[in-house]
Nanobody, 121 residues
Framework: QVQLVESGGGLVQPGGSLRLSCAPS????????MGWYRQAPGKERELVAT???????NYADSVKGRFTISIDNVKRTTFLQMNSLKPEDTAAYYC???????????????WGQGTQVTVSS
């Protein structure tokens, strides 16, 4: 079964930057949308950003102007560039994608394993 593979998390100081990446582990037919959720301890999961293959994006108000989502349509990889990081950004970040695995298959939702982002001095 296709899985989403994430990388790029780590520990950074406030004001620092990280770039997350996410890509399917196997072949897929098409992408409807890819994006990122995050969940901090004691808080609800929230949508961070989404992007379509055509480049349409949406961002949570809390990250606008600081985070940039992008997509490589050849590698089928989405990236989340995170700048000016704040302690409030500390969370487990989960990649999510709505994909078709074959021409005769419907779209389905897939999730990554999560990558930890910690912003602390």
């Amino acid at each position: 079964q296709v899985q989403l593979v994430e990388s790029g998390g780590g520990l950074v100081q406030p004001g620092g930057s990280l770039r997350l990446s996410c890509a399917p582990s196997g072949s897929i037919f098409s992408i409807n949308v890819m994006g990122w959720y995050r969940q901090a301890p004691g808080k609800e999961r929230e949508l961070v950003a989404t992007i379509t293959p055509g480049g349409s994006t949406n961002y949570a108000d809390s990250v606008k102007g600081r985070f940039t989502i992008s997509i490589d349509n050849v590698k089928r990889t989405t990236f989340l560039q995170m700048n000016s990081l704040k302690p409030e950004d500390t969370a487990a970040y989960y990649c999510c994608a709505v994909l078709r695995l074959g021409i005769a298959q419907p779209y389905a939702t897939f999730w990554g394993q999560g990558t930890q982002v910690t912003v602390s001095s």
